[in-house]
């Protein structure tokens, strides 16, 4: 199992560009999790899906971030126009069920 | 919706020197528990988690964990630490389909 896979690995954008990072789950997993991690506020709970439909997306911080899971193999996060304090660590992660989480490598994201 | 609080932040600490850190949570539901660490520049993986049964839990790399559901907390510990335990340890709570993480504690062995 390839685990869970995100790409970029690094994304450096400049102020007001779009930014999309992608992420692939475990085969079989039906929940997918976005999160962010900064210094200042740790790791944050974006939006989450379960049979690729979104949950919850109350942590998003503004309108500028979207997401999709168009099928169960594949996610985005969209930033759309990004800010330098979007620059972060995005995390994906999967899991089915009860039988915890998978956290992909992370997109380390910077906003010049 | 669940919490999770994360005390000394910053720990350091010499090799062969126990560890414990301490996790409480807020969440009136059943809950899963779980211990990430994160070595640096790495993501996360999981060390240990709790969802029912012995409230002792032991986990990789000679980590336990107890649950003591009547403090809400999820304290860890290792006994006598190394060097390649330097990294970010993450408790986290899983309630209603929500993973909450806490702020984190940063631990630095030195050798």
């Known amino acids: 199992d390839a685990g869970v896979i995100q790409s970029p690995r690094h994304e450096v954008t400049e102020m007001g560009q779009e930014v999309t990072l992608r992420c692939k789950p475990i085969?079989?997993?039906?929940?997918l999790f976005w999160y962010r991690q900064t210094m200042m506020r740790g790791l944050e709970l974006l939006i989450y899906?379960?049979?690729?439909?979104?949950?919850?997306d109350s942590g998003m911080p503004e309108d500028r971030f979207s997401a999709k899971m168009p099928n169960a193999s594949f996610s985005t996060l969209k930033i759309q126009p990004s800010e330098p304090r979007d620059s972060a660590v995005y995390f994906c992660?999967?899991?089915?069920?009860?039988?915890?989480?998978?956290f992909g490598s992370g997109t380390r994201l910077t906003v010049v | 919706a669940q919490s999770v609080s994360q005390h000394n932040h910053h720990v350091i600490l010499s090799e062969a020197a126990s560890l414990e850190l301490g996790c409480n949570y807020s969440?009136?539901?059943?809950?899963?528990l779980f211990w990430y660490v994160q070595y640096p520049g790495q993501h996360l993986q999981l060390l240990l988690k709790?969802?029912?049964?012995?409230?002792l839990v032991k986990g990789i790399k000679g980590f336990e964990a107890e649950f003591i559901k009547s403090k809400f907390s999820f304290n860890l510990r290792k006994p006598s630490v190394q060097w390649s335990d330097t990294a970010e340890y993450f408790c986290?709570?899983?309630?209603?389909?929500?993973?909450?993480f806490g702020k984190g504690n940063q631990v630095v062995v030195i050798p």
């Open positions: 709790y969802f029912s049964g012995d409230p």
């Open positions: 899906f379960n049979n690729n439909v979104p949950i919850d």
């Open positions: 986290a709570v899983r309630g209603n389909n929500r993973l909450a």
């Open positions: 992660a999967s899991s089915r069920d009860f039988y915890g989480y998978t």
């Open positions: 969440y009136g539901g059943t809950v899963n």
């Open positions: 085969s079989g997993h039906d929940y």
